[in-house]
Each structure stands twice: as structure tokens, then as C-alpha cells.
């Protein structure tokens, strides 16, 4: 049985993510999506209101869970017995952080493989960032995520 973990910030969840879950999950047999704080990054959604947007992003997907990261992910990783860490990969832009962040994570646990997941080229413009900009500005963004994660945009920043 191999289990994968997808971490990320999913600030919010977005259609680019939700593409690399389902194709994640058809290579998995176990897929736990983790959400993490990025140190590097002030969060617009608490982590419960982001497990609560994918959860109901993904009730389509039986092998998919989720749950909140605290701490280390390599840790996290290990103690829930996963042998791969899951990131989407957009555009050359997204590598060199990805490539160091993967290193740093095998020199943790030499064990553990990432694996660079390539989403469908109709969403790799969209951003978390981006779509939280558009939202804030009165933009539609109905095209880059559920009409619920728009929703909960809306009500959020407008
Ligand atoms: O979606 P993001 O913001 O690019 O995700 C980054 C994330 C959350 C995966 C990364 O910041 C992370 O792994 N945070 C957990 C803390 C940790 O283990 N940091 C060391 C990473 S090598």
C-alpha cells in the first residue's frame, strides 16, 4: 500500500491543486492532503477553514483525506508510515524552491521520495495568491476554484 502525502498552504485550494490531487490519487492507494502554515507567508483562511474548503472539494475522491499540519512535515510524513511527498509542479519558476525544499527533506529522512506532479497546462497560471488578489479587487474568479472556496473569497476580502 503506498501512502502520499500532498502538503501545502492552500491558501485557498484552487483548481490547480485539486487537478494534482486527482491525479495523485490515481496513482496512490492511500493520498492524505496536509495543510501547513509556510513561515513565509500570512494566511488569509485559518487551517480549519482551509480543511473545511477541501473537504468538500474532494468529497468526490474515496481515497483522499485530509488533515492539519503541526511541526516538521518529514516527521508527519514518517510517523503516518507515507513513502512520498506529493508537490505540483507549474512552470520553471516553481523549481528551484521545490528542487531545495525536496533536498532539505531528504537529507531529514533519506527514505522518503517527492514526487513532482505536472497539472493540466489550463491551470498552471493560477495561484493561490493570485486568485485571492483578483477576489479582493471585485474579479471573478469562479473560473480558478469551487464555487464554494468563491464564496467564502467573497465574503472574506470584499
Ligand atoms: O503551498 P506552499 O506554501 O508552497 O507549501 C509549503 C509547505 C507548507 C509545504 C512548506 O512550507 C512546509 O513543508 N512547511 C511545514 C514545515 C516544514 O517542514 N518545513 C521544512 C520544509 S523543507
Same mark, same amino acid.
Given at each position: 500500500?503506498?501512502?502520499?502525502?500532498?502538503?501545502?498552504? $492552500?491558501?485557498?485550494?484552487? &483548481?490547480?491543486?485539486?487537478?494534482?490531487?486527482?491525479?495523485?490519487? #490515481?496513482?496512490?492507494?492511500?493520498?492524505?492532503?496536509?495543510?501547513? &502554515?509556510?513561515?513565509?507567508?500570512?494566511?488569509?483562511?485559518?487551517?480549519?477553514?482551509?480543511? %473545511?474548503?477541501?473537504?468538500?472539494?474532494?468529497?468526490?475522491?474515496?481515497?483522499?483525506?485530509?488533515?492539519?499540519?503541526?511541526?516538521?512535515?518529514?516527521?508527519?510524513?514518517? %510517523?503516518? #508510515?507515507? %513513502?512520498?511527498?506529493?508537490?505540483?509542479?507549474?512552470?520553471?519558476?516553481?523549481?528551484?524552491?521545490? =528542487?531545495?525544499?525536496?533536498?532539505?527533506?531528504?537529507?531529514?529522512?533519506?527514505?522518503?521520495?517527492? =514526487? $513532482?506532479?505536472?497539472?493540466?497546462?489550463?491551470?498552471? $497560471?493560477?495561484?493561490?495568491?493570485?486568485?485571492?488578489?483578483?477576489?479582493?479587487?471585485?474579479?471573478?474568479?469562479?473560473?480558478?476554484?469551487?464555487?464554494?472556496?468563491?464564496?467564502?473569497?467573497?465574503?472574506?476580502? %470584499?
Amino acid at each position: 500500500m503506498t501512502i502520499a502525502v500532498y502538503p501545502g498552504s $492552500f491558501d485557498p485550494i484552487h &483548481n490547480g491543486h485539486i487537478d494534482v490531487i486527482a491525479r495523485a490519487a #490515481k496513482v496512490f492507494d492511500r493520498l492524505i492532503v496536509m495543510i501547513a &502554515n509556510n513561515d513565509a507567508k500570512q494566511p488569509c483562511f485559518t487551517l480549519l477553514e482551509r480543511k %473545511q474548503m477541501i473537504d468538500e472539494s474532494l468529497k468526490h475522491l474515496h481515497n483522499v483525506e485530509t488533515d492539519i499540519l503541526d511541526g516538521l512535515l518529514i516527521e508527519t510524513v514518517y %510517523q503516518k #508510515k507515507a %513513502q512520498v511527498i506529493v508537490r505540483g509542479l507549474r512552470a520553471v519558476s516553481d523549481f528551484e524552491y521545490e =528542487f531545495q525544499m525536496a533536498l532539505m527533506n531528504r537529507r531529514l529522512k533519506e527514505d522518503i521520495e517527492t =514526487f $513532482f506532479v505536472v497539472p493540466s497546462e489550463d491551470h498552471t $497560471f493560477i495561484s493561490s495568491r493570485l486568485v485571492k488578489e483578483v477576489a479582493r479587487l471585485g474579479g471573478e474568479v469562479g473560473a480558478f476554484v469551487p464555487e464554494h472556496v468563491k464564496k467564502a473569497l467573497i465574503s472574506k476580502l %470584499q
